[in-house]
């Protein structure tokens, strides 16, 4: 039930394509579904993050799509670049509770 | 100095060494947090604490021994560590509202254990 699944785990993208990565979870509690953007040798860092009263967000090139019923959301990147390839994780978290559960994490690469 | 400090960013010691990891926060936040990041696992959630008191212990053995002495300011004291504790350990904070707020993370203390 504290499980947030990610898929794929990795990803190759031609630059200028579309990369997208899903994240499904079972509680029905979480009303708080970050993305964090993490590059080697560094922390994660927050990319955007969506409340389960909308449906979408957008920023800039990242748009969360968020799927209330289905228990689903995901990331898209628009116009993929080199500058992209990080790994990225979908997370989930409740309001009152400490505890943020992350994905296993998607390894993308954008080809020049 | 600005977002989330860890040092050492590096760290090698052998499995009857006594070592400290330290993490400082310069964004005023109201909880800390330690995290496990290892290869092809998701972030696994350590220790939390909110206003200097420990609120979140998971499961983590006791070989790991937090010490938050302010809101600033976090440690993770280590002993007797196993070679399967070989991971990026990663500090965050947060400031805790009503609401679930983002977490920021430092750039992590890279452990080896030999």
């Known amino acids: 039930q504290q499980q947030v699944k990610q898929s794929p785990q990795s990803l190759i993208v031609q630059k200028g394509g579309i990369s997208i990565i899903n994240c499904a979870y079972e509680?029905?509690?979480?009303?708080?579904f970050p993305w964090y953007q993490q590059f080697p040798g560094k922390g994660p860092a927050l990319l955007i993050a969506?409340?389960?009263?909308?449906s979408e967000k957008k920023e800039g090139r990242f748009t969360i799509s968020f799927n209330k019923s289905a228990k689903q959301f995901s990331l898209h990147i628009m116009d993929s670049q080199p500058g992209d390839s990080a790994t990225y994780f979908c997370?989930?978290?409740?309001?009152?509770?400490?505890?943020?559960?992350f994905g296993a994490g998607t390894r993308l690469f954008v080809k020049a | 100095e600005t977002g989330v400090t860890q040092t050492p960013r590096h760290l090698v010691m052998g499995m009857t060494n006594k070592k400290s990891l330290k993490c400082e926060q310069h964004l005023g936040h109201n909880a800390m947090y330690w995290y496990k990041q290892s290869a092809k696992k998701p972030l696994e959630l350590m220790f939390v604490?909110?206003?200097?008191?420990?609120?979140e212990n998971n499961s983590v053995p006791s070989r790991f021994s937090p010490e938050c002495p302010n809101s600033s300011h976090l440690f993770l004291h280590l002993h007797t560590l196993q070679p399967e504790d070989s991971a990026l350990y990663l500090c965050?904070?947060?400031?805790?509202?009503?609401?679930?707020?983002?977490?920021?993370f430092g750039n992590g203390t890279r452990l080896t254990v030999t």
């Open positions: 509680n029905t509690a979480f009303d708080y």
């Open positions: 997370a989930a978290s409740y309001t009152g509770g400490f505890k943020t559960i």
């Open positions: 969506i409340r389960p009263d909308v």
């Open positions: 604490y909110s206003l200097e008191e420990r609120v």
């Open positions: 965050a904070s947060s400031q805790v509202r009503g609401g679930s707020s983002p977490l920021h």
